[in-house]
């Protein structure tokens, strides 16, 4: 399992995960499986997948990114919109090649690609997971 060195664990300041410490070597990868997002969802919740998604396109931009250390439940959020298999989906492939799609990112985020209002994730403040947990 590939470990995404720089990539953000968690959203500060929340226990939002975005990255799992260790790949689940007796049940094998969690299955990324697509969430419904409903208009209700807690601000929180919406505020968590902006967060993923601007680490994304900071850590990544368009490139194709293998799915690694990243959370499947948190990817889960995501799937099939902002972010796109390149190829099949195998949703327990640590090594699945995932790529944000900017049109739809845009779409659905339009706040994280204003030019003078972004949001603030403290990413400076941040747990950047660089930590060596083998």
């Known amino acids: 399992m590939l470990k995404h060195r720089g990539f953000p664990s968690r959203l500060p300041g929340t226990d939002y995960q975005f990255t799992i410490r260790r790949e689940n070597r007796k049940k ?12 209700d969802r ?14 994304l396109i900071q850590h990544f931009g368009a490139e194709p990114f293998e799915r690694g250390n990243l959370d499947a439940g948190r990817i889960g959020w995501l799937i099939g919109r902002e972010i796109v298999a390149i190829g099949e989906l195998d949703p327990t ?16 985020f339009p706040e994280l690609f204003a030019t003078n209002d972004q949001p603030d994730f403290d990413w400076d403040d941040a747990d950047w997971g660089d930590e060596d947990d083998d």
């Open 93 to 108: 492939d640590y090594a699945q090649l995932l790529q944000v799609d900017f049109t739809a990112a845009e779409a659905s």
């Open 28 to 39: 094998g990868a969690t299955p990324i499986t697509r969430r419904e997002r409903f208009r």
């Open 42 to 55: 807690k601000p929180a919740d919406k505020r968590a997948d902006a967060g993923f998604l601007s680490a």
